[in-house]
Structure formats: structure tokens, C-alpha cells
């Protein structure tokens, strides 16, 4: 599998932030059409996958660090290898960090300590952890922000033709409009105001900045007999038991210091 990375980063660098409810990106067509079909047909079995847990049992999951790639079958490997090392690569992993840099730097105030204790002169150290994910009846994510950790989130649509938009990723904004909550506490959905959905549409790449106000959720229903398919990326502050991928971000991102001209993170 061959990705024009130049081209997706940037097509990524040049998607304008979509400010309300909270900020998040959407682009179509992010990869070429012989990618997307390529990672269509490779999507592996759920058979291959983890169940998560309840209220979520509906959602499998295949974590796509170094281990997992290679123990994926030999007909599929090389495009899941070729997708981790874009998606989990430096110059993505930076152009997120540059996207939504301002916020990111906003939310320090909620996450201080944190911040040091993942932090040495090498940089601060976070965990790109990606995976593919399969919603194989109705699935229904109430409203949060995220777990305190998450730093940026990208979601690819794997969606066959047909499907419904509306499965998409939803944004709130509280009915209260001073209400903010930094702990991912799931809220009732009769709390909120729907203001923004990211259709479910092929080949469409969704990101957005964790912060006090980042509500967001899943309405997908009408999935029996069907799936949900998606490429998660969960960029988190520090590392993870589970996933054997590191990555090295300039502390500036993370402070009011202006980040350094052509400054960029590192594979760990």
C-alpha cells in the first residue's frame, strides 16, 4: 500500500478548524480512492478483534502498535503497516499539535501535574494509540469530553456507500451554556444541543482537541446485520501498558513559550 503523505499532511495543515460547538476538523477524501479500497478490503474479521466492555459491547476493537501489526495475517499486514507508520508518524503526529496548538496549550490548566510527570529533557511523552474499531449493532455514546490524557483524537471513516451519514461522530454544546467538564463524566443526551455532525461518509477524516467543552457522542442506530468501521487515533499524555508505540513532543506546545520554527516531535 503506497500513501501520498506529503499530500495528506498537507491537506491535513490546510483544513480550517471548525470553532463551534468545540473545535474539530473534517475532511473529505482524505486518502486516494486506491487507499481507501485497499483498507476496505483488509478490515480485519471481528473474530480477530476484542469486545469492549458493557454499556460499549457492541464495539470490537484491534489495537495497531507494533505487536499487533505483526501478528495481523500476511495478506493484510502490509497495509495495516503501512497505515500505523503514517498515522503514528512524526510529521502527523506534529501537524495535529500545530493544528489545534492554541487550545492544546489553553488545557494545561487541567492537566499540570500530569503534564510533569510525563515530562524530561527530551520532551513530554505521549502514546499514539491507534486502532480499528467495528460497530456491529446500534451503538450509543453519550456526550463527554474525552479522558483527561487525550490530547487530540482522529477518527477515518472506513464507510461503505450507502450507509447512513448520520452515523457520524455528533458535537454538543450544553443547554447550560457555562457548564464544563474536564473528567470524561457521559451525559444524558436530553442535556445537550446537537449543533454539529460529521456525516459518515467514505474516506473521511475527523479530528478534534480534548478540552472542558469537547462534548461529543454516537447516535448510530440501525447497525444489526451491518458494521461501523473506523481507524481511531487517540494521541494521550504519557504511556500505556498496552501499546508499545511512544512519541516525544516539544514542551511548547504544552506552555505559552512560542514553539520553535520547523519544531516537531519524535517516534520514542
Known amino acids: 500500500m503506497i500513501i501520498d503523505q506529503s499530500l495528506a499532511i498537507e491537506t491535513l495543515r490546510a483544513a480550517p478548524v471548525i470553532p ?21 478490503a483488509a478490515m480485519p474479521s471481528t473474530d480477530h478483534m476484542t469486545r469492549y466492555e458493557a454499556p460499549h ?5 484491534y489495537m495497531l502498535d507494533n505487536s499487533g501489526v505483526a501478528a495481523l495475517d500476511a495478506t493484510i499486514r502490509p497495509v495495516w503497516s503501512a497505515i500505523a507508520s503514517f498515522f503514528q ?18 488545557q494545561t490548566r487541567h492537566r499540570q501535574r500530569l503534564i510533569e510527570k510525563v515530562s524530561d529533557a527530551s520532551g513530554i511523552l505521549e502514546t499514539p494509540r491507534l486502532m480499528t ?11 463527554h469530553t474525552d479522558s483527561g490524557p487525550k490530547v487530540v483524537t482522529v477518527l477515518y471513516y472506513l464507510a461503505e456507500q450507502g450507509q447512513p451519514e ?19 463524566h457521559h451525559w444524558e443526551r436530553e442535556n445537550f444541543h446537537l449543533v454539529a455532525r460529521a456525516p459518515f461518509k467514505p474516506n473521511t477524516l475527523v479530528a478534534f482537541v480534548k478540552t472542558d467543552a ?13 458494521r461501523r468501521n473506523m481507524i481511531v487515533l487517540n494521541v494521550e499524555l504519557g504511556e500505556r501498558d ?19 520554527a520547523g519544531a516537531a516531535g519524535s517516534n520514542a
Open 57 to 61: 459491547e457492541f464495539r470490537y476493537f
Open 166 to 184: 448520520e452515523w457520524g461522530t455528533e458535537f454538543y454544546a450544553p443547554i447550560e451554556p457555562e457548564f464544563r467538564s474536564f473528567p470524561s
Open 133 to 143: 474499531t467495528s460497530d456491529c449493532q446500534d451503538f450509543l455514546l453519550k456526550p
Open 242 to 260: 498496552d501499546f508499545d508505540v511512544r512519541f516525544r513532543i516539544n514542551p511548547a506546545y504544552f506552555t505559552r513559550d512560542p514553539v520553535p
Open 89 to 106: 508518524g512524526s510529521e502527523m503526529l506534529t501537524a495535529l499539535h500545530d493544528k489545534f496548538a492554541e487550545t492544546i496549550r489553553d
Open 20 to 40: 463551534a460547538p468545540s473545535e474539530h476538523i473534517v475532511i473529505p477524501d482524505f486518502l486516494s480512492g486506491e487507499s481507501y479500497a485497499e483498507l476496505q
Open 214 to 226: 469537547s462534548f461529543h457522542g454516537v447516535h448510530a442506530t440501525g447497525l444489526l446485520g451491518k
